[in-house]
């Protein structure tokens, strides 16, 4: 399957502070990526839809200003949680869009980054 | 009532037991469908995706009933790699955008 990175795989801030996580497809083109948030023993909940040149399109509930998403190549999207507090602390996980056939596109999903808010 | 729901389990099966899932949606317009297997602490990895006519990949097989409105996922001759989280996903809006249900543990026992 396709290949996405996504880095750093974990970090601790301290409260207040930004974090900036990148997500990259490693031998594809993505023109589509997508931003997921999972809790413990939750499930993946869809942050955005990160688009390459264009906006980020959030999902009802979710601050933009708080989550900037950019997208400034087809192999490079980066989410940064500004002013993260300890409520942020989550496990953040990135998808590329791989289309396939009319019907038949998938998602790949990057290792996630484990982010800690002190 | 939740887009997509799945049972969480666990479910705790002996090796080599045949042992299967199901993912019920909301939206008869759903238009793609997938199952996805996550380890703890892990990324999801795409096991595989579901097309109308089924679809079979060497012990698992997966199915979708249209009319009842649910996917399922069917492992043969378990093995304990095999112990996972099962999570399924759908395109309900047809805009490649998936919800994910909360996923079923599966725990395979020697």
């Known amino acids: 399957g396709a290949v996405v990175s996504q880095h750093p795989s974990w970090v601790i801030c301290k409260s207040g502070t930004s974090v900036k996580i990148e997500c990259r497809s490693l031998d594809f083109q993505a023109t589509t990526m997508f931003w997921y948030r999972q809790f413990p023993k939750q499930s993946l909940m869809l942050m955005a839809t990160s688009n390459e040149g264009s906006k980020a399109t959030y999902e009802q509930g979710v601050e933009k200003d708080k989550f900037l998403i950019n997208h400034a190549s087809l192999t490079l999207s980066t989410l940064t949680v500004t002013s993260a507090h300890p409520e942020d602390s989550s496990f953040y996980i990135c998808s590329a869009r791989v289309r396939g056939a009319i019907g038949t596109d998938t998602q790949y999903f990057g290792p996630g980054t484990r982010l800690t808010v002190l | 009532r939740k887009e997509v729901e799945q049972d969480p389990g666990p479910f705790n099966v002996p090796e080599g037991a045949t042992v299967a899932f199901n993912c019920t949606y909301s939206n008869s317009a759903s238009q793609s469908f997938f199952w996805y297997r996550q380890d703890c602490r892990k990324e999801p990895k795409l096991l595989m995706s579901?097309?109308?006519s089924g679809n079979e990949d060497g012990r698992f097989t997966a199915q979708l009933n249209r009319a009842s409105q649910y996917i399922s996922l069917l492992i043969r001759d378990s093995k304990l790699s095999d112990s996972a989280t099962y999570l399924c996903a759908v395109d309900s809006s047809g805009t490649y955008k998936y919800i994910f249900g909360t996923g079923t543990r599966l725990k395979v026992l020697a």
């Open positions: 579901v097309y109308s």
